[in-house]
C-alpha cells in the first residue's frame, strides 16, 4: 500500500506494451515503423457483448475491452510490480486502519460533456454504486461497509468505511470504480447500460447491442495515468469492437487484413496466424480461475461427496492441453497465479478418478446400469451453467462432461447468454456455474464466497467468513496474505468451487499495430496504441 504518493512528472514506466512483434515470433515491424504516429481506426474483433456500455455495470473481458477506454481511475496499478501510482488522483492516503482515505484530486480534468470532475464527481458516483442492481457485484464489493465521502474542497476529499477496508486503494485502479460524469451516474442502470459519458481518452460515439462499440479520441485529453508512456490525446482517432461470435471469421479477418487485433484465440489459431506474422502477446489474468462453483442452497450443491468427486473427476492437464493455447495453465490454486496472496495448492487439485468413485460410494450414490450414480431413485445429473463468450469455453466443457461422465456423473450443460448471467446469479436458479472473474487483489475471494456479501452462491455463515473479512481488514501485508493462504486452502478442501484453467488473455495483433498494453488485470489500455499505415 503506498501512503502520500504525490505526483510530479509522467512516470517512465509503462504498461506492459505489446508491439505487433509480441510472442508471435520474427522480426520486430515497429522496428522499420518509426515513431508513434497519430491518426488511424484500430478495429478489434471480439467474441461477445455482456449487453451493457457502462463500465461500472460490466465484467466480461470483451465488454470490459472498450468501455475501459470511456473512463479514467483514482489510481492505476502497475502490471510488473502490482504498486498503486497515480491518476486523476496525485495524492492519496489511507489512516491507519484502513477505515479512511485522503485523495487529492488533478485539476482541470473534464467530462466529456464539459463539466469539472472534481470532488464532488466523484463523490457521486461512490455514493450511487451501493444503490446499483445485479450486473454492479464488482463495484458494490469493492465499497462494501462505505459510509460516505466527505468533500473538502474541489480536489481533496476524503472516503470513510464503517471497518478496515483494505483492498479499496486498489480498487479504485479498476475499471469498475472509473468516474462516470454525475449525470451518467444519475441515470437508471439500464439508461447507463446504452451509454455512459467520462472522462478517458475516448469517448462512445455508437453503442449497438451484439453488434458493436464504437470509440472516438477525446480531444484535448491531457490527464492520462502516469503509466502511460506519453502525454497528452491518444494516438488513435477511432476504435471499432466488432461482435464477431465465429472464432473462425475472426481469425481469418485477422490474417486478411480486415481488422486489426482480436481476442479469444484458440489453439487452432496459434500456428496459422504466427505463421502470417500476426502476434499473439498473453498474460494470465489474476482472480479467480476458471471453474464450476455451486449453489449451496440446492441439493447437489450443498452435497460435499458430489462437490469432491467433481473436483477428483476432472483432469486439468488434459483440458487444457486440448483447448487451450500454449501459454495457459492449469489452475492450482482458488487464485490465479497472477494475483497478488496466490498460494499453490496444486496438491489439492488433483485428477483421482478412483477415489472420486470411493467418495461417491461412501455418501450412498452408487452406479447405475448405465455408468451414472444413483441415490434414492435420483440420478446424478448435475446441471452446469455456463455463457459461451469465449471459443474454448464450451469445447473445456464438453471435454470436463466427458471426463465426469467416467466418474458416474452425469453433468448437463446449460448454455445462457453472457447478459442474462448476473441475473441468473441474483435469481438463484442454477445448481453449479462455469465462471472466472478477474481481479488483481485477493479480496476477489470476499467479493464471491463471504456469506454477508452479494452471496451469489448462498453460502451459509461459517469459519470462512472470519477469514475473508479478516483479509480485508489487515492493515500488515503479511497478516493479510496469511488470511488470504488460509481462505484459499478452506475454500478447496470444503470443494466450494472447483478451480480448473487460469485464464490466460491471448491477442492477435496485425504488424501495423503497435503498443496495445495490457494492464494489470489483463485488459487493454488504447491510449498508447498507434498504427503505421
Not at 156 to 178: C, D, E, I, W, Y
Not at 360 to 365: E, I, M, R, T, V
Not at 401 to 429: F, N, W
Request: hydrophobic share 40%; with cysteine; glycine share 10%.
Amino acid at each position: 500500500m503506498r501512503r502520500g504518493w504525490t505526483v510530479a512528472a509522467l512516470a517512465t514506466t509503462a504498461a506492459l506494451t505489446l508491439s505487433a512483434c509480441g510472442s508471435g515470433g520474427g522480426a520486430d515491424p515497429a522496428a522499420d515503423a518509426g515513431p508513434p504516429r497519430p491518426g488511424g481506426t484500430l478495429t478489434f474483433a471480439v467474441s461477445s457483448d455482456q449487453g451493457c456500455a457502462d463500465p461500472q455495470q460490466v465484467t466480461s473481458n470483451d465488454s470490459v475491452y472498450s468501455v475501459r477506454q470511456l473512463v479514467d481511475s483514482l489510481t492505476d496499478q502497475d502490471p510488473a510490480t502490482g504498486a498503486i501510482t497515480p491518476w486523476l488522483a496525485t495524492s492519496f492516503e489511507p489512516n491507519a486502519d484502513a477505515t479512511a482515505y485522503d485523495f487529492t484530486l488533478r485539476p482541470g480534468v473534464t467530462f466529456s460533456d464539459g463539466t469539472k470532475l472534481d470532488a464532488n464527481a466523484v463523490k457521486a458516483n461512490f455514493d450511487r454504486v451501493p444503490a446499483l442492481g445485479a450486473r454492479a457485484s464488482l463495484p458494490k464489493g469493492y465499497l462494501s461497509g462505505y459510509q460516505g465521502t466527505t468533500v473538502t474542497s474541489p480536489t481533496t476529499f476524503t472516503v470513510r468505511f464503517g471497518k478496515p477496508n483494505a483492498q479499496f486503494l486498489q480498487a479504485t485502479s479498476t475499471h469498475s470504480l472509473g468516474i462516470l460524469s454525475p449525470a451518467s451516474a444519475a441515470k437508471t442502470d439500464d439508461q447507463r447500460c446504452a451509454g455512459v459519458i467520462g472522462s478517458g481518452p475516448f469517448v462512445l460515439e455508437s453503442y449497438v447491442k451484439d453488434q458493436a462499440t464504437v470509440l472516438t479520441k477525446r480531444t484535448g485529453y491531457n490527464w492520462g495515468s502516469s503509466l502511460f508512456t506519453h502525454p497528452g490525446e491518444a494516438y488513435l482517432d477511432r476504435a471499432e469492437f466488432r461482435v464477431v461470435p465465429e472464432s473462425g471469421v475472426r481469425t481469418g479477418s485477422l490474417q486478411a487484413g480486415e481488422i486489426d487485433a482480436v481476442a479469444s484465440i484458440g489453439p487452432q489459431d496459434e500456428a496459422p496466424l504466427s505463421g502470417a506474422g500476426i502476434a499473439l502477446p498473453a498474460r494470465a489474468n489474476p482472480g479467480l480461475p476458471f471453474g464450476i462453483t455451486f449453489n449451496q442452497a440446492t441439493p447437489l450443491g450443498s452435497d460435499p461427496a458430489v462437490r469432491e468427486a467433481v473436483s477428483l473427476g476432472i483432469n486439468r492437464p488434459e483440458v487444457v492441453g486440448a483447448v487451450f493455447t500454449s501459454q495457459t495453465k492449469p489452475a492450482t490454486s482458488v487464485l490465479a497465479s497472477s494475483t497478488p496472496s496466490f498460494a499453490d495448492n496444486a496438491a489439492l487439485l488433483g485428477f483421482d478418478a478412483a477415489r472420486a468413485g470411493t467418495v461417491l460410494d461412501a455418501a450412498g450414490w452408487t452406479a447405475g446400469p448405465d455408468g451414472i450414480r444413483v441415490k434414492n431413485g435420483q440420478k446424478l445429473t448435475l446441471p452446469i451453467t455456463f455463457a459461451n463468450n469465449l471459443s474454448t469455453v464450451k469445447p473445456a466443457l464438453e471435454l470436463i462432461q466427458q471426463q465426469l461422465r467416467a466418474v458416474g456423473i452425469d453433468a448437463q450443460l446449460q448454455e445462457k447468454q453472457i447478459s442474462d448471467t448476473p441475473q441468473i446469479q441474483q435469481s438463484g436458479q442454477y445448481t453449479a456455474l462455469w465462471a472466472n472473474l478477474t481481479r488483481a487483489d485477493p479480496d476477489i475471494l470476499r467479493s464471491s464466497f463471504w456469506s454477508g456479501g452479494t452471496n451469489y452462491y448462498r453460502f451459509k455463515p461459517g469459519p470462512l467468513d472470519a477469514l475473508l473479512t479478516g483479509q480485508a481488514a489487515a492493515v500488515d501485508p503479511a497478516k493479510r496474505a496469511a488470511s488470504v493462504a488460509q481462505a484459499q486452502k478452506l475454500i478447496l478442501t470444503e470443494h466450494f468451487t472447483v478451480p480448473v484453467v487460469e485464464l490466460t488473455t491471448t491477442l492477435g495483433i496485425a504488424p501495423t499495430t503497435h503498443d496495445v498494453a495490457f494492464d494489470a488485470s489483463s485488459r487493454i489500455q488504447l491510449h498508447d496504441t498507434w498504427k503505421s499505415e
